[in-house]
């Protein structure tokens, strides 16, 4: 399971939890009762509510003070609300309550590594150790509550890939326990370093610092994938700030990494595609790198064809079909066996029918066969390389019918079959 964040609000960790709570809200119990573990000092209640802002339709996930008159407050910069002073938590009290709850290992390891995050960044801010960082809004009572919910999920849902969209920078001033803050609030930016990011004209702070250290935690820097995959669900998630026009919201896309089969017998798998242009190596030598493309481990083939580029130079295009998940080590071997010096590569998705390699005996000659299973029946092809010594085209080709024919047969009569005449 893969899930993608669209951040068409924002980011925060209400807003997170509220979306993956309206796409799976079978897990809304565990959640309460996460937070209540995690809160055992001074209990929190929290409520999943469904909301419609007029274009949307959601849920909100809201957190009541402990000890209150029950009112419900976010705490977060992002939400609009009352705002209450609260004493600075020491980063290592919050670690030693989060140790200390009645936990299961998953929540308290993603919720200490989401906070960690925090802490990092709020060190750097104020140039002191990491231990020493005293939170304000984020070691609040609610925020606590709203990492706490997200780390549930996150163990629960055990997405393989988190992935975000651009997220929308804001703009303005933000107060805080610190005094006033420009947006994105310094913690935030460092967070969000590597993230795209956008402009969408619309005030005020975006993304908050517990959603920043959220992302931080879970995503990639990089686009959302190009493979196929399959929409499972969606989830959407409300803030209480209400923007002109637009809903203030996260929304979830929860993909299953499964592609269809394209026929029966084939199989998915994920490809590397690797091309480039060279116009400065000679052939003989670029045709000696190619070969060594070709032995390369993780390089399935490489193809080249003549074309046209500046001023009317020959050139030639190549393209290699690599193991997606080697795409960093083929991408080194193609800058070290030929002179290009810029490559462009993306993973796609591709079909591959099972295959096998057998050889067999003609002459005393040892024939090479691929057999491959196909929808309307096995297809076998020679090895032309092993039929190349053996005299004329039509001894050749007489030869390689005979081995495919042999190697048919073989695996006919392993199946339990009659031999072909």
Known sequence: MQIHLDA???VAGDMFVAALLDAFPSHRDGVMRSVAAASSKAPVACELTPHNDGILQGHRFMVKAPASDGHTHRHDAHEDGPRHDH??????????DLVGADLDPATRKHAIGIFEHLAAAEAKVHGIAVEQVAFHEVGAWDSIADIVAAAHLVARLEATHWSVGPLPLGSGRVQTAHGTLPVPAPATALLLEGFATLDDGI???RVTPTGAAILRYLCDHGPMTSRARTLGRSGVGFGTKIFLGMSNCLRVLV?????????PASGHRDLGI???????QSAEDLAMGLDRLREHNDIFDVVQMP??????RMMTHVRALVRADAMNDSIDACFRETTTIGLRH????????????TAVEIGGRSIRVKTVERPGGRTAK????????HGTHAARASLRLEAERLALDALHEQAGGEPSC
């Open 346 to 357: 993306h993973v796609v998705s591709g079909a591959a029918l099972p295959r096998r390699i």
């Open 8 to 10: 068409l609000g924002g």
């Open 382 to 389: 020679a090895e032309a390389d092993d039929a190349l010594p």
């Open 274 to 280: 690797i091309e480039f242009e060279v116009d400065d």
């Open 307 to 312: 074309m046209f580029g500046k001023k009317g």
């Open 87 to 96: 004493a600075h938590r020491h980063w290592s009290d919050i670690r030693a």
């Open 203 to 205: 005030a005020g702070e």
């Open 255 to 263: 993909f299953d990494e499964e592609a269809p089969q394209l026929a």
